[in-house]
């Protein structure tokens, strides 16, 4: 069955960084395009970075451009966000999502953002 399963969140501080790491299984991940998500207290889940399914094409909200990259290591079956110049409004659930036309999510981990 498909497997996702994220790691490296964590408490850093305003300006830190952390790397996400999302290891996918029961699919065949060069197939698939991937995103990462997060869902603060009280607001909707809301998309954060794209790639494509070769790695070749990426996107980003708008809050997070400069900031975060999102890369993936299909030999690895793993897709990460590296994310950096942290500030408390990234303070959230990520979550990392299979796409296509049925949506897989994995269990989130937390990102907390404060001094």
């Known amino acids: 069955q498909v497997q996702l399963v994220e790691s490296g969140g964590g408490l850093v501080q305003p300006g830190g960084s952390l790397r996400l790491s999302c290891v996918a299984s029961?699919?065949?991940?060069?197939?698939?395009?991937m995103s990462w998500y997060r869902q603060a207290p009280g607001k909707e889940r809301e998309m954060v970075a794209y790639i494509s399914a070769a790695g070749g094409r990426t996107n980003y909200a708008d809050s997070v451009k400069g900031r975060f990259t999102i890369s993936r290591d299909n030999a690895k079956n793993t897709v990460y966000l590296q994310m950096n110049s942290l500030k408390p409004e990234d303070t959230a659930v990520y979550y990392c999502r299979r796409n296509g036309n049925i949506a897989y999510w994995g269990q989130g981990t937390q990102v907390t953002v404060s001094s």
């Open positions: 029961g699919f065949t991940f060069t197939n698939y395009a």
